[in-house]
């Protein structure tokens, strides 16, 4: 299988292994996080909107202002997070160098580098494949995978060192270039 080039490039150098996973590769989730999180905050406001808008300022509009203060408040502020969300996927992108001593990492999000994370080969103990949610489709019959770097240390945190993946061959190829590079096995399901 050849890895599409849009979710994962790969550049072999002489002593690492080089993978990059560009911006705009998770439009399909972003757009559904923007939407939602669009309506959530959309949907309060007009009520708001509405209520604000009424001619008598009597009890009844108080008590409806608290109302909606009470309730369309918290979903808007669950909007803005999703609206977050939403524009987080499509702008980061990852960059993972596996070498034989080591395996590094570099998160970006509209370029600027956000994480850098790096574990010796000797301290990873496996790599895990996962199915995160988040990024499933219901308009795909293919599952999306990432690949997980899990310390020997269990008080050490993962480390991501794939994502995005369409389907199992596309996960066990990018796992496959990985276990060349650093000598790291993949742990199967």
């Known amino acids: 299988m050849t890895l599409p080039h849009e979710i994962v490039r790969v550049t072999q150098r002489p002593q690492e292994l080089e993978l990059y996973f560009p911006p705009l590769r998770n439009v399909g989730a ?15 406001v007009a009520a708001a909107a509405g209520v604000h808008l009424t001619d008598t300022p009597g009890v009844h509009s108080w008590l409806a202002m608290i109302l909606v203060a ?47 994370r790096a574990l010796p080969c000797a301290a990873i103990a496996a790599l895990e494949p996962q199915r995160p949610r988040q990024f499933q489709s219901q308009f795909s019959a293919e599952a999306r995978y990432r690949l997980i770097a899990r310390s020997s240390d269990p008080k050490s945190p993962l480390m991501v060192v794939a994502e995005s993946l369409p389907g199992r061959a596309a996960m066990r190829e990018v796992a496959e270039l990985i276990t060349r590079a650093s000598g790291i096995s993949l742990k199967e399901e």
Request: aromatic letters at 14%; a positive charge.
């Open 30 to 44: 972003a757009a559904g996080f923007g939407a939602f999180g669009a309506l959530s905050v959309a949907f309060p």
């Open 70 to 116: 009470g309730f369309a408040l918290p979903i808007m502020v669950f909007g803005f997070v999703f609206l977050v969300l939403g524009a987080y996927l499509p702008a980061n992108s990852l960059t993972v160098l596996a070498g034989a001593d080591r395996i590094a990492t570099t998160r970006r999000v509209f370029g600027c580098v956000i994480a850098r």
